[in-house]
Nanobody
Framework: QVQLVESGGGLVQAGGSLRLSCVASGNIHNIKTMGWYRQAPGQQRELVADITSGDSTNYADSVKGRFTISRDNAKNTVYLQMNSLKPEDTAVYYC?????????????WGQGTQVTVSS
């Protein structure tokens, strides 16, 4: 059983910053990636950023230069520092974890945290 618990969402004015955190717990082995997705009302869930076990990062074009993903392997925690927030960043943000075992990948999700950016 793997659990992901997000925190750090909230309401912020445009141009402001928020830092999301996600702590993974449970039977965790062989982490491939940890990341953040978001889903705005009426839209599909989209990748925001992810980071591999080797610390390679990947960002959506819409957040490059504004968001930074990082992780603390010792704490099984992934962070998303969000700067220069825009109203279009408003969404529910979900933490994700992918593990790999015997060439199979397993995906886990957090419950989501709301980020609202006012104009």
């Amino acid at each position: 059983q793997v659990q992901l618990v997000e925190s750090g969402g909230g309401l912020v004015q445009a141009g402001g910053s928020l830092r999301l955190s996600c702590v993974a717990s449970g039977n965790i082995h062989n982490i491939k990636t940890m990341g953040w997705y978001r889903q705005a009302p009426g839209q599909q869930r989209e990748l925001v950023a992810d980071i591999t076990s080797g610390d390679s990062t990947n960002y959506a074009d819409s957040v490059k230069g504004r968001f930074t993903i990082s992780r603390d392997n010792a704490k099984n925690t992934v962070y998303l520092q969000m700067n220069s927030l825009k109203p279009e960043d408003t969404a529910v943000y979900y933490c994700s974890l992918t593990t790999i075992s015997w060439n199979y990948e397993y995906d886990y999700w957090g419950q989501g945290t709301q980020v609202t950016v006012s104009s």
